[in-house]
């Protein structure tokens, strides 16, 4: 629609003469779309406290608010295992245990060092434990330990697999050393460590996979998965290594918080430690080996498609030639007008002479070993 000048200039002087609020009322407000993503959910802390008192069959639950009598309870063991923990637990467990700063900061922070810190009433212990591993990227989620002299308190942020099956091997240990604190705390670090070996398996058993595809069906390997393999047993060797320096002396002699009885089994642990590093160390040189593989395979591949485009370049080569001298539009080509029996043969002769030629490179080219 055109309008005139005149027009233009009344519906200019009525705009500037209607108010700004009138203005505002008129606009549409804008619609949010329902699609967007809704925000994320805050995390709940959870708090699991099980109490093993002497001679019980097994442990029996407590309400947080019962972790002071449960202390103060003669001869009685405790865990405290808190998922996602924030500020207020922390002040909580600073309050009922007199942690250190320090170990709680640490605690709060999360992406810590694997590491064991000894303090004058009880140990800090920082360990990585592997989630759910099923042909991914493997991920692991750290959890601090406070070993002290009656209790073990887990921090983590989500579920461990690795702490629920150590709740099931402390339910069903035997009760002369299921209420001994350094018993406890052998069977939560020694669950983590052993959640390492169904993991280092299926790096395995996906490393044969690879060589399989490589070496027996003569194609590439999948650069994905060796990307995927190659960063998991980089995650396991960051988690395990600094462990080894851990656990040699762990726990001391000199400290008087766990029995002399218990110390065998943390040799244990120390021992599972190293096995499983000596594993990594191999399936790490493993993944180099099937990367170079892959990579020597890809090279061969390209010399391959390079030997055949150069094949079919020479016969190419020699056909043109040929065609294109007796293509020319010149008096006097060999073998232009020849003539058999009556009939023009000279195309079909010049068709033959190229054949021979076609045939005469490809000898060549497979007494050279190019094809």
């Known amino acids: 629609m055109v309008?005139?000048?005149?027009?233009?200039l009344s519906k200019l002087q009525t705009l500037e003469q209607t108010p700004p609020v009138r203005l505002l009322g008129k606009l549409k407000p804008r619609r949010v779309s329902s699609s967007?993503?809704?925000p994320p959910q805050p995390l709940v802390p959870h708090i699991t406290v099980l109490i093993r008192r002497p001679g019980a069959d097994g442990p029996e639950a407590l309400q947080p608010e019962q972790?002071?009598?449960?202390?103060?309870?003669p001869g009685a063991l405790l865990w405290v295992d808190i998922r996602d923990p924030g500020q207020a637990q922390l002040?909580?467990?600073?309050?009922?245990?007199?942690?250190?700063?320090?170990?709680?900061?640490?605690?709060?922070?999360l992406r810590q060092r694997p590491k064991v810190d000894e303090f004058p009433n009880y140990y800090f212990i920082v360990m990585y434990a592997p989630l759910a591993h099923a042909g991914s990227e493997l991920?692991?989620?750290?959890?601090?330990?406070?070993?002290?002299?009656n209790y073990v308190v887990s921090l983590h942020p989500g579920e461990v697999p690795a702490l629920d099956l150590a709740r099931?091997?402390?339910?069903?240990?035997?009760?002369?050393?299921?209420?001994?604190?350094?018993?406890?705390?052998?069977?939560?670090?020694?669950a983590i460590i052993d959640s390492c070996f169904p993991i280092v398996d299926d790096i395995d058993d996906r490393l044969h996979r690879l060589d399989e595809i490589m070496f027996h069906s003569n194609r590439g390997a999948n650069p994905?998965?060796?990307?995927?393999l190659k960063r998991s047993v980089f995650?396991?060797?960051?988690?395990?290594?600094?462990?080894?320096?851990?656990?040699?002396?762990?726990?001391?002699?000199e400290h008087a918080l766990f029995d002399l009885e218990t110390h065998p089994y943390f040799q244990d642990v120390y021992d599972h430690v190293l096995r499983l590093l000596d594993i990594v160390d191999i399936q790490q040189d493993m993944v180099a080996s099937a990367t170079e593989a892959h990579l020597a395979f890809m090279s061969n591949q390209l010399n391959e498609t390079m030997k055949t485009l150069t094949v079919v370049g020479i016969c190419e080569a020699a056909a043109a030639a040929v065609f294109g001298a007796w293509g020319m539009n010149v008096t006097g080509l060999p073998l232009a007008h020849a003539r058999i029996g009556g009939v023009d043969m000279g195309f079909w002769l010049v068709c033959a002479f190229t054949m021979i030629l076609i045939g005469l490179a490809l000898a060549w080219l497979k007494r050279r070993g190019m094809w």
Do not use: C
């Open 36 to 38: 967007a993503a809704p």
């Open 67 to 73: 972790i002071d009598e449960g202390l103060r309870e």
């Open 235 to 253: 995650a396991l060797r960051m988690s395990l290594y600094p462990l080894r320096e851990a656990f040699s002396e762990f726990p001391k002699r």
């Open 91 to 109: 002040t909580m467990l600073n309050r009922q245990f007199d942690f250190s700063p320090l170990s709680l900061e640490d605690a709060l922070k």
């Open 3 to 8: 309008y005139s000048r005149r027009t233009l």
């Open 168 to 190: 099931k091997r402390w339910e069903k240990a035997q009760p002369g050393l299921s209420d001994r604190v350094g018993f406890l705390a052998h069977i939560v670090v020694d």
């Open 224 to 228: 994905e998965e060796l990307l995927v």
């Open 139 to 149: 991920q692991m989620t750290e959890v601090d330990l406070f070993v002290g002299e």
